[in-house]
Nanobody, 127 residues
Framework: QVQLVESGGGLVQAGGSLRLSCAAS????????MGWFRQAPGKEREFVAA?????????????YYADSVKGRFTISGDNAKNTVYLQMNSLKPEDTAVYYC???????????????WGQGTQVTVSS
């Protein structure tokens, strides 16, 4: 079984920064991509960012971002360690949500499908 555990959430003022971390534990696995999603109260879960890995070298290949976070958030990670990070700068009140880490081990991430999910970490941005 694979567990994803997020950390780094908290309360920050608008314009501030937070860095989320996600670490995987359990059985060894290789993911094609890892991503971050978020869900605000009363809203559906939405895509935030993802990082894909080369199937040959397993190093980082591509990064993807939602339009709402481009230029403010940066995703990075290490596939060998099954870790992913989300650096969030210039935070806005509308970024307030529970942030979830996800991993795709089936190569379906381009269709938004991930097979492992974390429990989430709360990010609250005050105005």
């Amino acid at each position: 079984q694979v567990q994803l555990v997020e950390s780094g959430g908290g309360l920050v003022q608008a314009g501030g920064s937070l860095r989320l971390s996600c670490a995987a534990s359990g059985r060894t696995f290789r993911s094609y991509a890892m991503g971050w999603f978020r869900q605000a109260p009363g809203k559906e879960r939405e895509f935030v960012a993802a990082i894909s890995w080369s199937a040959i070298s397993w190093s980082a290949r591509h990064t993807y971002y939602a339009d709402s976070v481009k230029g403010r958030f940066t995703i990075s990670g290490d596939n060998a360690k099954n870790t992913v990070y989300l650096q969030m700068n210039s935070l806005k009140p509308e970024d307030t949500a529970v942030y979830y880490c996800a991993a795709d081990t089936q190569n379906y991430y381009l269709s938004g499908q991930y097979d492992y999910w974390g429990q989430g970490t709360q990010v609250t941005v005050s105005s």
